[in-house]
């Protein structure tokens, strides 16, 4: 049976569902505001428990706030999705068509790619190979923009990657469209897609750069963990969330 929602439930979603997505950090926080304006009593530690009273409750209505990994700085988030659509069909009432037909094909660059990434070239190129009305450069260029502006796309000096709420919302999807494809972090076992790869050719597991940061911090020779293969990448520092705008 669902439970029964106090104002401190309602006031936690409404604000979820404006911003769309927020950070473990953030929605600790934002717990603790909702409690404490509706004088209920907080426990830090309950978060998960609080949360899944809301989610009992928007289950009928085919929604569910679920967490996920930003691949940016292996914190974890929270995003209010729609369970009915598990595909890009969700987005149908903000893009057109075409505009759909070219998320796709980014997605599909992404995935496909060793770094997770896809350069604004390549984008442009697609946008040429459409089947649909094409898009001018111009019109791709302020779609690309709206994809960052609304929390699908990240964007770094040119390259395009899947936001943190993309893979979150998108993660049937993108699982059922691309299983020979996908690989998992083999730390935390989520999807991997901006990652370090094993160089040995019978091995090749994908560890996310946070996850590659936490494991092998303190080690003086880094090995795989699944091979024990030197690791001969660059071994990043663990990186805390300082911003909402790369999401």
């Known amino acids: 049976m669902s439970r029964q929602l106090g104002d401190h439930h309602r006031r936690f ?9 927020t950070s473990e950090k953030e929605a600790k926080a934002l717990y603790q505001h909702c409690c404490e304006t509706h004088k209920t009593q907080c426990a830090p530690d309950r978060l998960e428990e609080f949360i899944e009273a809301i989610n009992s409750r928007l289950q009928p209505m085919f929604m569910q706030i679920r967490k ?6 292996g914190q974890q988030h ?16 903000d893009y057109a068509d075409n505009e ?3 998320f796709r094909k980014i997605m599909d660059l992404i995935v ?5 990434k896809a350069s604004s070239t390549d984008i442009l190129n697609s946008a040429d190979m459409m089947t649909s009305k094409k898009l001018k450069k111009g019109e791709t260029q302020q ?3 709206r994809l960052v502006q609304d929390k699908w796309l990240c964007e770094s000096q040119g390259e395009y990657n899947l936001s943190t709420r993309c893979i979150i919302e998108m993660e ?11 690989k998992v972090c083999h730390i935390c076992h989520n999807m991997a897609f901006q990652c370090q790869i094993c160089e040995n050719p019978s091995c090749g597991i994908k560890i996310h750069n946070p996850c590659v940061a936490r494991y092998f911090k303190g080690r003086m020779e880094p090995h795989c963990p699944a091979c024990d293969d030197f690791w ?3 071994i990043p520092e663990v990186r805390e969330l300082h911003s909402l705008s790369k999401r």
């Open 78 to 93: 929270y995003a209010l999705v729609n369970t009915a659509e598990t595909d890009i069909t969700r987005m149908t009432s």
């Open 172 to 182: 049937p999807y993108i699982r059922a469209m691309y299983q020979d494809q996908v």
């Open 13 to 21: 979603l409404q604000t979820v569902m404006t911003i769309g997505i």
């Open 68 to 73: 996920g990994m930003s691949e940016e700085d």
């Open 112 to 116: 496909s790619s060793e770094n997770g």
């Open 100 to 102: 759909l037909e070219l």
């Open 143 to 145: 779609l690309l923009l």
């Open 232 to 234: 001969p990448h660059e």
